[in-house]
């Protein structure tokens, strides 16, 4: 049987934590692949990649726990993947016709 892992939500430990360097190693093999692979002008604005978000803080794929002080203001008031708003969300939402990855204003 497969172990299911936390995906994010507010059970994370809200914590700052740094187990690596940052970028860690396997956000910059993510970046290697990256910039393999999507065009210039598409562009992040952090130097890792978030593996699981919940309450306040982001996780990147090396481990490496993070205030997210870049939380959106729909995000900040109730935290990523709260609960009383992910779910009703899940359930009554229709797949995105399409995302924005990042908006510049």
């Known amino acids: 049987m497969a172990v299911q892992r936390e995906l994010g939500g507010p059970s994370l430990p809200q914590e700052r934590r740094l187990v690596t360097s940052v970028p860690g190693p396997r956000s910059l093999q993510l970046q290697a692949r990256r910039d393999a692979t999507v065009a210039r002008g598409v562009r992040a604005t952090l130097p890792v990649f978030v593996d699981r978000a919940g309450g306040g803080v982001i996780v990147d794929f090396d481990g490496n726990s993070f205030i997210d002080f870049g939380a959106g203001i729909a ?30 204003t």
């Open 75 to 104: 995000v900040v008031s109730v935290g990523n993947a709260a609960p009383h708003v992910a779910i009703p969300a899940k359930k009554d939402a229709p797949p995105p016709a399409h995302v924005e990855a990042e908006a510049f």
